[in-house]
């Protein structure tokens, strides 16, 4: 069970973020997470519920695993929500490298990206400086998910051998670009009223 603990703590992470805690307290909240990761663990023909969401998932990225994480820590308390501009910021990064990867690996270049994983020090220099600007913006969320990504792939966490899996992986790829593109939809949206409010003469 012990390679399965990916597994087990996204199926732990995922169900407690997805299913509603109807108001619960703090205290309960975390007893929730926990009977979770108790179900996570209930065989169904001689595989758990959690390698069954493998099947179908492969283990998430770091990245993504702290995301959950994260998410998990505000329901529970132990953690403050997200500023506006943190959030943006993150959800920018991750889209960004998502960009630089994805379209390459569908075959809609030459350059092969993914590559780059299975001797990835330029590209953990890179990743380096982006962390430490996170790191300067006082964004903790984006450094952790980037910094605990390289540790994980320096220490061989998970079975693959390319650093892009530990950074990326579909899910928290398609999330970051669907918020993306409904804060910019909002903001077109709401464009044309800000303007007419801005045009308003300002009554002393």
């Known amino acids: 069970m012990l390679d399965l603990w990916q597994a087990h703590l996204t199926f732990a992470l995922l169900a407690f973020v997805l299913i ?3 108001g619960l307290s703090p205290g309960l909240q975390v007893v929730r997470l926990i009977v979770l990761l108790a179900i996570s663990f209930i065989p169904v023909d001689g595989l758990s519920l959690a390698a069954y969401m493998r099947s179908f998932t492969d ?6 695993l ?3 994480a994260f998410v998990t ?3 529970t308390g132990l ?7 943190t959030r943006l910021q993150v959800l920018i990064v991750i889209a960004a490298l998502a960009l630089f990867l994805y379209p390459a690996t569908m075959g809609l270049t030459y350059f092969d990206p993914y590559r780059l994983g299975y001797n990835p020090r330029p590209l953990i220099v890179v990743v380096g400086v982006v962390t430490l600007a996170l790191l300067v913006m ?3 969320l984006g450094a952790c998910m980037l910094g605990l990504a390289t540790l994980a792939f320096s220490l061989g966490v998970k079975p693959s051998p390319n650093y892009w899996d530990y950074l990326l992986d579909p899910f928290i790829a398609l999330y970051c670009w669907g ?7 909002k903001k077109i949206v709401r464009w044309p009223s800000a303007q007419r409010e801005a045009k308003l003469p ?3």
Request: net charge positive; aromatic share 8%.
């Open 20 to 22: 509603p805690g109807f």
């Open 59 to 64: 283990d998430v990225a770091i990245t993504s």
């Open 66 to 68: 702290v995301a959950l």
């Open 73 to 75: 820590a505000v329901r």
């Open 79 to 85: 953690a403050a929500r997200l500023q506006h501009t």
């Open 138 to 140: 006082r964004n903790w």
């Open 179 to 185: 918020a993306l593109i409904g804060y910019v939809a």
């Open 202 to 204: 300002i009554r002393l």
